[in-house]
Every structure is written in C-alpha cells, then in structure tokens.
C-alpha cells in the first residue's frame, strides 16, 4: 500500500456526511435573505424571489411578512394567498403571530416567514419564531425568511460595541449553519440614509432619531462589513461541504476543538461569543467549561444562576457544556482540554488591576497559560459592564447570612465557656487550642460565613476574657500582639481548608452519587423483562433521584400517545400537556418546563429516542420550586438524559426481543408445517395408494372376479381405510393436546382401571403376548383424564408390541415417588439406539430399524403431550439388560 494513502478522506467522516445529506433531504430548505439593518430591502428581495418560484409553478403561501406600510412591498403581495395571523391575547391588548399550525396543515411547497429573530408573544408554543421556523422545516416544508446581521447570536457583543445598543432578539448560529442559502441583500450606506431621509424605513420623527444615532455612517459601514463577513463565512463553509461530499483531496478538518472557560462574570458571554466565532472561522468543534473549586466559597446564589445562564447561551450556539470540580482550578482545565483534544483555550482577562497576593501566587489565567504546553491559549478582555461596574459589583448582592454569623458567635461563645473551666488549670496556649477546634468544628459543619465570624470572635474574646488585663481589650505584653495574629491567620488558614475539604467531599460524593444513580438504573433495567415492568422501574428511579412525578407515553397503533405508566394520577396528561406530549413525540424534541418551546407548561417532557426513531415520551414535573431549578445544572440534564435514554434503549432491546421470539415462533411454525405437510404427504400417499389400486382391480376384473378376490380387496380396502383413519385422528389428537388451550378432566380416576380399560383394546394386537403387570393395591388414585391416559398407555403397549419380537414379555409397574406417581412400561427388545432417546418424541421423528413395520412418528409424541397437560413428564431410558423403559411421572394432589 502506498504510503499517501493515508491522506484519503475519513471513511467515518463521509458516512457522517451522507447521513447528515440523507437527513436534510427529508427537510425543508431554508434560505435567509441577510442585510445589514433595517431598510436595505430584506422582505422585498424575499418576495421578490418568491413570486418567481410561484411563477415556476411552485406552491407559495404567505405565512407572515410585515411591510410596514411600504406601497413597493405591499404591491408584491397582491395575488399571493397569505395565512391568516393566530390573535394571542396579552394583558389586554390582541396580538397577531405567525400560525404555525395553519402553515403546516397547508403544507405548501414555500412558506415565507419575515423576521426571523423576532420573539413571539408570551403563551405560544415557541419562544422564538425561529423555532416555529426549524417545525416547519422539519415537517418538508421550504422557508423563505429575513434577518439583520445584528440578530445573529455570536455578533451580539461586537454590535452592541460598534452601536451602543444590546440587542436582545437573537437567533442562534446553528439556524444560519444550517441554511440551504444566506443571501446578502446589500445597500451602500449613503443609499439606505437617503431611504430613511425619504421615509422609507420609518416615519419622519421616528427616522430622524435613527439618522442621528443607529444609522450613523460609520455604524453602517461596520454592520455592512459584518454582514459581508459573515455571509463570505458562509459560502466558503459551503465549498468545504461540497468538497467533502465529493470526496476532492483537500485539507480535511482536524480533530481539534475550542475551549472557552465560563464564569459568573458579565464578560463570560463575550468570550462565548468570541469562541463560536473562532471555532466557526476555523470549521471546529468547541466546547464550553464552567469550574466548581472548593476555593469558590463566595460563589453566590446569584452567581451560580448566571453561571447557568452563560453554559446555556454556549449550548444555543453550538457548544458542548461541562460543569467540573477541581481543587485547582487551572489544572483541571487544561487536564480537561487535553482529555477533549482541545487546541485552543479561550479565557477572559482580569478586570481588576493587579493585587499584592498576585505577587505570589499566580492567578488562574497565568497559571492556565504556564501549564498550557501545547495548546494555544486566548486571553479576551472582559466587559466593564453597566456604569463601569465590575464584574463583582455587576452581580446582585446576596442578603447577609445571619444565620451563618450567629452559628459562628455561638461556637464562639461555648469555646469561651469551655476555656473559663480549663483557666485556673492550663496555660494561654492551651486555651487557644480550644477556640481553634471551635473554628474548625465550624468550618466543617456549619460553613465558611460561621467559620470566619468564629474566626475574628475567638481573638477579641481570647484578649478579652483571658489575656491580662482581663475584661479588657488593653494589652500589656506587646508579644501577646503576636499570638493574636498568629491565633487570628491560623483560624483562618484552618477554616478555609476544612471548609475546601467539606467542599471537596461535597463535590465527590455527588459524582459519586450520580454514577451510582446511572449504574443501579441499568442494573434493574437489564434484569426487567416487558415494557410494563420496565417503564414501572424505571418511573421509581426518576421520582426518587428528581424529585419529581413522573408518567410515561407510549403511542397505539394509530400513533396517539397513551400513558402506561404514571407515578401519580396527578400528572395524568390530559388537555394541554398532552398536547405537548403529542408535539414531543412528533418532532423528537424537548418541551415544556425549562425549555423555549411551551414553556408554561408545568412538566418538562422528553422523547424517549432510539435507533429507530421516537418510540415514546417520558414526563416529570418537579415536586417544589427548588427540584425544577436543580434541574437546570448542567449535570443534572445530563443525568436526566442518560436517565430517558437508558430507558429508551431498555424499551428497544425489549421490543427487539419480543419481535425476534415472534419471529423464532413462526419459524417454528412454519418448520413445522413444512415437516407436517412432508410427512402427511408420504402417509397419506401410501394408503391412498393402496385403496386406489385395490378399487382399480376390482373395476378392472368386474363381474368376472370371483368372491374370493373380492373379499381379499375389500379387505385391504378397509384395513388402509383404518389406517387413514388413525392417522387423521392422531393429527387432530397431537393439534388439539397442543394447541395450549386444552384443559383435561381430572378425575381421581385407579390406576389399574385405566391399564384395564387399555389392554382390553389392544386385546387383538397382544394376543399370545405375557404382560407383567406390578400396580399395589395401595395405590393412590392420581388425578387425571382417563380417556387421555388410557389413549397414553395404549400407544406404549403398541408401540412395544410392534417393536420386540412376539415371545418377549411386557411389563406394567407403578409407584410413588417424592409426591409423584412413577410409572414405567418395559420391555425386552433390541432397544433404542442412543443418539434417538432424546428425539423419540419428537413429532413425525421414525427410529430407523431394518425389518420391523414403520409407523407414523406420531404415538409418542401424543404420549408426550398427555404427559404434558397433567403437568407430568414421559422419558425413555434402555434398560441394562436390554430392552426399552418408558416412564411417566404424574403429579399426586397432596392431602390439605
């Protein structure tokens, strides 16, 4: 092999590739008509494309297209059929929004949707009418839309530092990535302020504050040069795809991602903004991390809100989302970015000036850049935020907690008490020993706010109530100066490392936890059989680790979702939830609680995915407040997802089972129809043969044949008419026994009554023939069906009759054994061959003897069926001194 064979594409990445090619021709096409601002002629360009696909012959519709009033756009719309607007009403006033069922049930071939960032009104199914967007792609349906470059998600921060305003309507990256087409609908900047001058943009008073504020040049300019770039980004990701797809030798993309580093700084969202546009620039994954360090004891409420806030803006523009413990914060990120393959660190630059504790110990973004090696690392200035704040002082401030202070002034003081005991008896260093178990104790178990008070109490009561002169803060030796800052640090330095310990533990014991929670769900899913038992385990996991209700939807046939399993009827979905259950399990996506699309909804729902598609809907409801925001973490959603598809992947292995015991069952089904109709054809061809022949000859001689010949045919005739006869009522027999519907008539029926009645009816076919017969008078009456067991026996006495030479005796014994009732019928013929004892019973199976009559294959499988609806057993076994033994094991009814 040549060595430049390693330079052809990735045989993964193109299997990817025509997955991800087969998926987008199942959905709709999606084309944005870009602009840098408003008035640049976005809605004209779109319906004017439009009209030349309605004039193609494609079917348009109008789903939603504001004009504004302007009569060139308006004159576009004139014989298009527009979609009436859905009327939302919202603290009084009637709105008008995109309908988005009435678009799908349409379903046209091209649909147009004017502004694509815009936010719908509170109560609609989506957030954003980019998400009513992506439902209508993925129902098949082609979107004509608009958008102004300074919506796009990943540019928000650059607008608002060229503009001066923050834009709130965003539309993540991942629907412009995903766009069929971006096409620049482009203006010079003096053309578009001559637009506003003229009123064509908005009204003289209100274009008069945009000319002086939003639409200055200089603003235009930078927002074209936004626009331009972004829409060159596109095209040159779009002759990447298209040389992968055609496999053209080029400069594959490498395994390398983009990390950014998030805090609850204001400026995180920038270096997350900042980060997608690297890792778009450069066609690469990227993922976001946030560090919980046990050294981040002031991480308020707040912050850790906005820490959640932040992972979600990474996760909306495309990224992967961590949240990781480390005691070292900027080892463990770069640990991290190593395990990822990450090539780029992206990290935010200080806003604080440098302090005198930076003189000797590195910060984080030093010590990530030191240990960094190979990776390169971006160091982005943050954000100063409103009015100059810092990012400290931009969060919220946190209540006092009072609590903690009062814990930490009460150790305090039964420190104190302890030490007025010990006084007359010990020294001052002893003492001090005492107020800093008192700072430890309340560092591990009360936190760091009672730690420090205890901290700063412990020295003003030492000097107060121990060090001379004593009830007074005065002191007289200058080296006591000394032991109450050594006192002061070492409480300090001991609080803060018990408390990072318990933090630390803290940390531990939830990975752990959440492991254990995985591990003890699939253990029980693995041992569970059947989707009932299945949903019902793992319905007790989720209300257990959540701390929510939980139900599970399974659709019928006809796909309407039906629940079938629900923790509580509380949550039983009807109304409203069921109809988010339904658009969950029809588009394969999250909604409801905590999620964009009908978010009111008071429970979250899941789709339960697998291999083959969506096959159901699990839905959880928190049980209070501070559940449902735990939900939000990052690794709590992961837990929950793993949760939902454990529980998918159970439910498919389930449903796979179930169909492959099908399909064993008709495969045995039809090898047994096969061996039936092959061994039904050979035995009932024989006899037929025979009465065909006889009839034949009797036609043939006529009159002339003489009585003699004639009783000899009728005869045969008759004894192959017998033996027709049996074997079509040994089939229906061995159907009926085993049709698994059959039911005996048990009685307490004498054994001997039974033998009786059988040998009677092998009297002609035993003539000459010793039967030994061993049945004690004791012994017990088994239940049983006579007729079935007299059928048994008369098919063993037979089957030995035919079998071993006429001379030879029979024998019939009986006894009872562990609760049972053993019976055996022997005989002292060749025997069975080895290889044919375990398959005798078999239907239609003949052991192959030279010289002795060939039967049906038939009697001892009857046999066995009548063992088996007396809950019994039949086996056969040669005997030791020749011979043949069946035994029969009936059950006895024991006495109560």
């Not at 082609?142 to 998600?153: A, C, G, P, S």
């Not at 064509?200 to 504020?213: C, G, T, W």
């Not at 903690?404 to 002034?409: D, E, F, K, N, V």
Request: charged share 25%; glycine share 8%.
């Amino acid at each position: 092999m040549r060595d430049d064979d390693d330079t052809r594409p990735d045989p993964d990445k193109l299997l990817e590739l025509v997955i991800e090619e087969e998926r987008r021709q199942a959905r709709g096409k999606l084309r944005v008509f870009l602009g840098a601002c408003p008035g640049v002629g976005k809605t004209y360009a779109m319906l004017d494309a439009a009209r030349l696909k309605r004039s193609e012959g494609l079917d348009v519709v109008v789903g939603l297209v504001e004009t504004h009033g302007r009569e060139e756009t308006d004159a576009l719309l004139y014989g298009m059929e527009i979609i009436e607007r859905r009327k939302v009403e919202y603290k009084g006033r009637a709105l008008t929004e995109f309908d988005l069922d009435a678009a799908v049930a349409r379903r046209p071939g091209l649909v147009l949707i004017d502004e694509l960032a815009h936010e719908n009104a509170p109560g609609s199914r989506h957030a954003k009418r980019w998400q009513d967007v992506e439902e209508v792609l993925e129902a098949g349906i082609d979107v004509f839309t608009t958008l102004n470059v300074q919506h796009v998600e990943s540019l928000n921060d650059v607008v608002a530092q060229i503009t001066g305003v923050k834009v709130h309507e965003t539309v993540p990256d991942a629907v412009l990535e995903r766009a069929e087409a971006v096409v620049l609908v482009d203006l010079p900047p003096e053309d578009l302020r001559q637009r506003l001058a003229d009123g064509k943009v908005y009204l003289s008073a209100q274009a008069d504050r945009a000319a002086r504020n939003f639409f200055r040049e200089g603003n235009l300019i930078a927002l074209r040069e936004l626009a331009l770039r972004t829409t060159a980004q596109r095209v040159n990701t779009e002759v990447l795809i298209f040389r992968q797809g055609r496999a053209i030798e080029t400069t594959w993309p490498t395994s390398e991602r983009i990390m950014v580093c998030v805090g609850p700084s204001p400026s995180s969202a920038k270096l997350i903004r900042s980060a997608k546009r690297l890792a778009s620039g450069q066609n690469i994954p990227w993922l976001a991390v946030s560090i919980e360090s046990p050294r981040d004891a002031s991480v308020t409420g707040t912050q850790h809100e906005r820490i959640l806030r932040n992972l979600e803006l990474a996760k909306e523009l495309g990224a992967k989302t961590y949240m990781l413990s480390g005691v070292k914060v900027a080892k463990t990120i770069v640990d991290f970015a190593r395990e990822q393959n990450v090539s780029k660190i992206v990290i935010g630059k200080p806003l604080r000036g440098k302090r005198l504790r930076d003189y000797f110990i590195p910060s984080p973004v030093d010590e990530i850049i030191r240990l960094s090696g190979e990776i390169d690392v971006h160091v982005i200035k943050g954000e100063e935020g409103p009015a100059g704040k810092s990012a400290r002082t931009a969060v919220a401030a946190e209540p006092v907690a009072w609590s903690g202070i009062a814990a930490g002034l009460a150790v305090t003081a039964a420190a104190t008490g302890v030490c007025f005991v010990m006084y007359p008896f010990f020294d001052l260093a002893n003492l001090v020993m005492v107020y800093l178990l008192g700072v430890m104790a309340a560092a591990v178990r009360l936190g760091r706010a009672s730690a420090v008070t205890a901290s700063a109490a412990s020295v003003l009561c030492f000097d107060f109530f121990f060090v001379q002169p004593r009830f007074s803060f005065a002191v007289t030796d200058v080296s006591h100066v000394l032991t109450f800052a050594v006192m002061f640090l070492a409480s300090m330095l001991l609080s803060g490392m018990a408390d990072r310990i318990k933090r630390q533990a803290e940390a531990s014991t939830g990975v752990a936890r959440q492991t254990e929670a995985i591990s003890a769900l699939s253990r029980e899913l693995a041992a569970t059989r059947g989707m009932e038992n299945l949903l019902a385990t793992s319905m007790r996991h989720l209300t257990s680790v959540f701390e929510c209700q939980a139900c599970f939807l399974i659709p019928d046939a006809h796909g309407r979702l039906i629940s079938r399993a629900v923790s509580t009827e509380a949550l039983e979905p009807g109304g409203k939830d069921m109809g988010v259950a339904q658009w969950v399990y029809a588009n394969g996506k999250p909604a409801g609680l905590g999620t964009q699309t009908l978010p009111d909804t008071e429970s979250l729902f899941l789709p339960l995915t697998g291999a083959s598609g969506v096959i159901g809907v699990a839905g959880i409801k928190p049980l209070f407040p501070e559940a449902a925001k735990r939900l939000k973490h990052p690794d709590r959603e992961r837990l929950l997802d793993s949760f939902v598809s454990q529980t998918a992947l159970a439910l498919e292995v389930d449903r796979l089972e179930e169909q492959a015991h099908v399909s064993r069952v008709e495969m045995e089904a039809e090898k047994l129809r096969s061996s039936l109709l092959s061994a039904v054809t050979h035995d009932f061809q024989t006899p037929l043969a025979a009465i065909a022949g006889s009839a034949e000859s009797l036609l043939a001689m006529g009159a002339g044949a003489g009585p003699a010949v004639v009783a000899a045919m009728a005869e045969n005739i008759h004894g192959e008419a017998l033996r027709l006869s049996r074997l079509v009522a040994n089939l229906l027999r061995i159907v009926k026994l085993e049709s698994g519907d059959f039911r005996p008539d048990l009685q307490h029926t004498p054994l001997q009554e039974v033998v009786g009645a059988a040998l009677t009816r092998l009297e002609k076919q035993l003539v000459g023939r010793r039967i030994d017969i061993d049945l004690p008078d004791n012994l017990p009456a088994a239940p049983m069906d006579g007729v079935l067991m007299e059928q048994l026996f008369i098919n063993l006495l037979d089957n030995a009759a035919k079998h071993t030479p006429p001379d030879t005796p029979i024998a019939i014994s009986a006894a009872v054994k562990d609760h049972s009732l053993e019976i055996c019928v022997s005989d002292q013929g060749p025997g069975l061959p080895a290889k044919d004892l375990d398959r005798v019973f078999e239907r239609f199976y003949r052991v192959d003897r030279q010289g002795q009559p060939e039967g049906y294959g038939l009697g001892l499988a009857i046999c066995r069926a009548i063992a088996r609806v007396h809950a019994g057993a039949i086996k056969a076994e040669n005997r030791p001194k020749g011979g043949a033994v069946f035994t029969i094991v009936l059950p006895l009814a024991r006495e109560s």
